[in-house]
Nanobody, 113 residues
Framework: VQLQASGGGLVQPGGSLRLSCAAS????????MGWYRQVPGKERELVAT???????TYADPVKGRFTISRDYRKKTLYLQMNNLKPEDTAVYYC????????WGQGTQVTVSS
């Protein structure tokens, strides 16, 4: 399993970004996927998950602002982030949760004016 995240960058508060995670070597029909984020000195935290049915879960700080989705044909996972706040600044990672755990490399998101 290989995961390649992209789409991070610098954005002003209130702005939007869409992260992508291109996957290879996965079985999209059974894979559960997620996005995590980490700031220096803190543990990596779960942001959102999605299962093959499309059901999604979100961490409380991002509910109503972030949307996780996937394109099965392209084998790509997305995280649409709207109304970004400075506290969303972090390195964001995609991860296959099931059937085999696998991490992608991170992509930096910085929210600052």
């Amino acid at each position: 399993v290989q995961l390649q995240a992209s789409g991070g960058g610098l954005v002003q508060p209130g702005g939007s970004l869409r992260l992508s995670c291109a996957a290879s070597g996965i079985r999209s029909s059974v894979a559960a996927m997620g996005w995590y984020r980490q700031v220096p000195g803190k543990e990596r935290e779960l942001v959102a998950t999605i299962i093959p049915s499309g059901d999604a879960t979100y961490a409380d700080p991002v509910k109503g602002r972030f949307t996780i989705s996937r394109d099965y044909r392209k084998k790509t996972l997305y995280l649409q982030m709207n109304n970004l706040k400075p506290e969303d600044t972090a390195v964001y990672y995609c991860k296959q949760l099931y059937p085999v755990e696998a991490w992608g490399q991170g992509t930096q998101v910085t929210v600052s004016s």
